[in-house]
């Protein structure tokens, strides 16, 4: 029976008989040293250049892979450390969305075009998480914070007049955050010096994945309730916005979306001049830019208006050199009684003619971009299309 050990063969005996062992002995000892001899080259006795030589590509593999995973360790590291970034991504390909849909005589509005939310403080809003099922399931969570939108560094902290009134005792995280979520095992984090993501005063909620999307195709939709307990008035008035991250067990952020919020007593009265200054900006633009195509225009006249008389006087300079040629007598150029002009030509090829349609189709064309409601030319361009129409028939 063979033993097989780390790079060698050895051989245990079994019992024999005294007679045979040394005619035994002798038999083995020389194949044993035949098979020695042959695989003195194939198996060297260092189990790690065998290795090496085996396969060095696969080694180098296993390196580099070790490294890459030390990099993207760091730079998981540095995205929960890093500053928030007020941007809407979906790095983690699951099509985060937020939807807010504003129920009628409601304590709070929705500005669409400044993408900003306007509510009073202590009153809840209700806003749908959407998000698209991957594979391999994992349990995600959603990150809620508020942040300044000029200074995102300085942490967003309640004023003393409402923290000295907050009932809750015994949570500090929930009592200094500012953001409040009704949804069951929401959990809160941060303190008065974070800055980062996860050191500052967030709102962690845990995403159910079986709230399926009536929308269907793989999406999950789950609403959360929220409120704020300080208003902006509290710090100064300044601007503000709401961060949502989606993220994994291991906090690594998947998507962002951002809201941007004002808590104030009369929501409807801010968001109306906030709309009406967004309204009047654009009105300057406008008018700005009208500026400048009335002076690029008036360029623009000048211009045409020197090539025009250029080359008028070339033609007229042209008409007397040569002798005007007649038109041929199979055409008939004219004037209607109701004001309108006539052509009648003959055509050698039917191409021509053909060729001749799509010309005064195309010019129609053109002058109906410049004057949609005009009924005439679209009459007219009606006209020629069915006149090409019966050139094209002709044989």
């Known amino acids: 029976m063979y033993v097989v050990e780390p790079m060698s063969w050895k051989k245990e005996r079994l019992s024999i008989d005294e007679e045979e062992q040394d005619i035994f002995e002798a038999a083995n000892s020389n194949l044993e040293n035949a098979n020695t001899e042959q695989n003195t080259e194939e198996l060297p006795n260092e189990p790690l250049a065998y290795l090496q030589g085996l396969n060095s590509g696969n080694l180098m593999q296993f390196s580099q892979q070790s490294v890459l995973r030390d990099m993207m360790l760091q730079d998981i590291k540095t995205q ?29 509005m929705f500005s669409v075009p400044l993408n900003k939310l306007y509510i009073r403080m202590n009153k809840t809003f209700n806003i749908d998480v959407k998000f698209k099922i991957k594979m391999p399931f994992q349990p995600l969570n959603l990150r809620a914070f508020i942040c300044f939108v000029k200074d995102v560094s300085e942490p967003v902290l309640r004023c003393q007049n409402h923290l000295s009134t907050d009932p809750i005792k015994d949570d500090m995280s929930k009592r200094s955050s500012l953001l409040r979520c009704a949804n069951p095992n929401s959990t809160y984090f941060g303190t008065d010096q974070g800055k980062s993501i996860i050191e500052r005063y967030s709102v962690l909620v845990p995403l159910n994945m079986s709230h399926s999307s009536h929308q269907g195709g793989g999406y999950v939709r789950q609403t959360l309730a929220f409120n704020f307990v300080c208003q902006n008035s509290c710090f100064g008035r300044k601007e503000t916005c709401l961060v949502f991250c989606l993220e ?146 002709l044989s």
């Open 80 to 108: 929960i450390n890093a500053l928030p970034k007020l941007e809407n991504h979906n790095k983690g390909d699951y099509c985060l969305s937020l939807i807010l849909e504003e129920p009628p005589r409601s304590h709070w």
């Open 248 to 393: 994994n067990v291991n906090a690594d952020i998947l998507g962002q979306q951002v809201l941007y919020v004002k808590i104030c007593s009369c929501p409807k009265r801010d968001r109306n001049e906030d709309e009406r200054k967004l309204g009047s900006n654009k009105r300057k633009e406008a008018s700005c830019a009208s500026d400048d195509e009335e002076v690029d225009e008036e360029r623009g006249k000048k211009t045409r208006r020197r090539t025009l008389q250029r080359d008028v006087k070339e033609e007229n300079e042209s008409n007397d050199s040569c002798d005007t040629q007649a038109f041929p007598s199979d055409w008939n150029v004219s004037r209607t009684e109701d004001g309108n002009y006539r052509l009648v030509m003959k055509c050698s090829k039917k191409d021509m003619l053909v060729e001749s349609i799509e010309g005064m189709i195309e010019k129609t064309a053109a002058a109906m971009l410049r004057s949609p409601q005009n009924v005439k030319l679209r009459q007219h361009a009606n006209h020629l299309l069915n006149l090409k129409k019966c050139a094209l028939k």
